[in-house]
């Protein structure tokens, strides 16, 4: 019985990222929602772009070492597995964010960056959902509605969707995340 109970467990870590620290997606939202004062309310280049991409930075190092943390605590591996395949799934996404939030700013509509940040975050999110706890297509597919209002409502609620989302949305689902999974 031990056995099975081993092989059970080990195929449930398997097929799932449990590592995320709920704790560290928490903090990734308090820090947003940092950034989203710091930032103010009117999209455009310059320091507003600054500091949002100061925060994407922030929010990836707390996000690798607080999964570090929780990996090493759990004595399951890093690399291999469904955290490497979550990130590859979740890469693409945010490859063509860069891009477009580059050809957005081209153009001179930064009031859409905000929405497309939220919709293509949302979509490697949902991406890396077959690698992923239960918890995170249902957050991926929040932060794309969330990015879709902020798209297609009033230019001047966009950065105000985007707090709620990458500030509100990982303090809440880290929460969740912290409670069902562990840290």
């Known amino acids: ?21 709920g704790w560290g997606l928490g ?6 929602l940092g950034a989203s004062w710091l930032a103010g ?6 320091r507003w772009l600054g500091v949002w991409i100061g925060e994407a930075g922030l929010a990836l190092g707390i ?34 964010g860069a891009v477009f939030t580059i050809a957005l700013g081209r153009a001179g509509v930064w009031p859409l960056v905000p929405g497309v940040w939220l919709v293509l975050y949302g979509a490697g999110l949902v991406s890396g959902a077959a690698f992923a706890a239960r918890l995170v297509p249902i957050m991926g597919a929040v932060f794309m509605a969330f990015g879709a209002i902020a798209l297609l409502g009033p230019a001047w609620a966009a950065p105000a969707f985007l707090a709620l989302g990458f500030g509100g949305l990982h303090i809440g689902f880290g929460a969740l995340i912290a409670r069902r999974h562990g840290g």
Do not use: C, N, Q, Y
């Not at 903090?27 to 947003?32: D, K, V």
């Not at 309310?41 to 310059?46: F, I, R, Y």
């Open 1 to 21: 019985m031990a056995d099975l109970d081993f092989i059970r467990r080990t195929m449930e870590r398997a097929g799932s990222v449990t590592t995320f620290s």
């Open 41 to 46: 309310s009117h999209p455009a280049g310059g």
């Open 27 to 32: 903090l990734i939202g308090l820090t947003a």
């Open 63 to 96: 996000g690798v070492l607080t999964t570090l943390w929780k990996a090493r605590a759990m004595g399951e591996p890093l690399l291999p597995g469904p955290i490497r395949k979550f990130a590859l799934a979740l890469a693409p996404a945010l490859a063509v």
